[in-house]
């Protein structure tokens, strides 16, 4: 049987739009256009992966909470799309599904609103234990910071662990952020988040540890064994972005599942699947009439 890869983080539904301009001061602004094929659309982190190590051959599961509402429906229609394992998947009629208004500005920024849906647990259900109790590899990404803490207490020391970072306190305020930065085998960010993991990390020499920064246009940098290597990427022309970094992440932890040492192949197969993500987009993402 396939190796398990579990992925822990908000369960998401995205609402992706485009502005003209940045929101400042008490105004009205026009919504330009929005994302023609699918919105809402689900996202977040332990989707964009999972469906990323599925799409490669392997298994994945996606440790989330959702509510028992429109949305949580919605996104357990396209965890089933994607064959991930729904057994991490809670559904609480305690909680939201957490949704994010995502607001693409024309000069390259954007805003990112989020309901959080009160979907933190301090305890994992018994299927999310034994879930990650027989993963073969655990990754962390943005979600309620007590169910991550949960997660990495009940992760075994011999189990590799990624961190996929943001920067969001809420998510993962300091004494956490040091904790991923000290038990991960890999961590992802960008070059926005790196000064946040840098501090987590503190200066403390872990060899086995393995460092992905994406840096936009600029390629992706890869720094493992006390190197540091450079690897370009293709540009591709699109306002939405959404999920490349977390797609990128599931495409190196499904090579590494698949037994694969060559750290740097495995980062290139997270740049192709991201890659892929984004071209899948092109010239269709955020367009349509205004709404």
């Known amino acids: 049987m396939k190796k398990l890869a579990v992925i822990a983080g908000y369960a998401t539904v995205d609402f992706p739009v485009r502005l003209p301009r940045a929101l400042t001061g008490e105004r009205t602004a026009t919504v330009e256009a929005m994302a023609g094929e699918q919105w809402p659309r689900p996202g977040g982190a332990a989707l964009y992966a999972a469906r990323c190590v599925v799409a490669a051959g392997g298994r994945a599961a996606a440790l989330v909470t959702v509510g028992n509402d429109s949305n949580g429906a919605l996104y357990l229609d396209a965890a089933r799309a994607g064959r991930v394992h729904l057994t991490g998947i809670d559904v609480s009629s305690e909680a939201r599904t957490p949704w994010c208004m995502l607001l693409y500005h024309d000069d390259g920024g954007y805003t990112c609103l989020i309901d959080r849906g009160d979907v933190d647990r301090h305890r994992l259900t018994d299927s999310q234990q034994l879930l990650v109790s027989s993963a073969d590899l655990v990754c962390i990404a943005a979600g309620g910071a007590a169910t991550s803490a949960a997660v990495l207490d009940c992760v075994s020391n011999e189990t590799p662990l990624a961190w996929i970072a943001k920067r969001d306190p809420v998510c993962f305020p300091p004494l956490l952020a040091r904790r ?10 960008n070059s926005a988040e790196r000064p946040d993991v840098d501090a987590a990390r503190g200066h403390g020499d872990r060899p086995r540890q393995t460092l992905i920064e994406t840096r936009g246009a600029a390629g992706v940098r890869l ?3 006390g190197r540091s290597v450079d690897l370009p990427v293709d540009s591709v022309d699109v306002r939405d972005a959404t999920g490349a970094g977390d797609t990128l992440a599931g495409g190196v932890i499904a090579s590494v599942l698949e037994g694969n040492q060559d750290v740097e192949a495995a980062v290139r197969e997270g740049i192709c699947a991201a890659r892929r993500l984004l071209e899948s987009r092109a010239g269709r ?3 349509g009439p205004a709404m």
């Open 180 to 189: 991923l930065a000290q038990r991960s085998d890999f961590i992802f960010c």
């Open 223 to 225: 720094e493992y064994d």
């Open 285 to 287: 993402d955020l367009q």
